[in-house]
């Protein structure tokens, strides 16, 4: 059985686990992860391994965008990407400190989670652009790039952020999970 229940050492008071994240889904994670780090700090801008480890990310992000479609349920964009009306709601359950603990993304997490990738698709765009000969030096490009990038860091540290604070307020460790794939089983998901 797939969804095997089994003990879960990190939180004593749960019986169970249930699998969540599927391999694929943790490999986009942390390969996005990876190649930004790369890419923001550590890899010279525009150089040879700059561009590859770019492209391994608008790569990664095209898997991701067809395994939505056609992966495990929770990958599933069906499964997750919530109306306004839902992002309302959950943004006023969050602010007044009533948001229920899901399996999957919550609203707010589906949100940013399209949004980084669409800011990752950006940037692999611009960035293969930036190559061509037609827009070689073009400024406008440059800076629509590193707007694109700034975001993302912006929009990674919020999500990183986020998923701390998540983790104490249901007191369950989230970056632990995208690991693992597994998450605790009771209590686990509320309907909007």
């Known amino acids: 059985m797939a969804d095997r229940q089994v003990s879960e050492a990190a939180d004593p008071r749960s019986a ?3 699998r969540v994240w ?4 943790r490999l986009f994670h942390w390969t996005v992860v990876t190649g930004c780090i790369l890419n923001l700090w550590v890899l010279e801008h525009g150089h040879y391994w700059h561009r590859v480890v770019g492209y391994v990310v608008a790569g990664a992000v095209v898997v991701r965008i067809i395994w939505g479609f056609i992966g495990t349920r929770h990958a599933r964009f069906a499964d997750f990407v919530p109306s306004s009306n839902r992002v309302v709601r959950h943004i006023r359950q969050v602010l007044s400190g009533r948001d229920q603990r899901r399996l999957g993304h919550s609203p707010l997490g589906a949100v940013v989670m ?3 990738m669409l800011l990752l698709l950006g940037l692999g765009l611009t960035g293969w652009m930036m190559g061509l000969d037609a827009f070689w030096g073009d400024k406008w490009l440059e ?3 590193e707007v694109l990038s700034n975001a993302l860091i912006a ?3 919020a999500h990183a952020t986020a998923a701390l604070v998540e983790s104490y307020r249901h007191r369950e460790n989230l970056v632990w999970s995208m690991i693992t794939g597994r998450k605790r089983a009771a209590d686990a998901h509320t309907p909007d």
């Open 16 to 18: 169970a686990s249930v």
């Open 22 to 25: 599927d391999p694929l889904v």
């Open 114 to 116: 399209l949004t980084l």
């Open 143 to 145: 800076q629509v790039h």
């Open 155 to 157: 929009v990674a540290l």
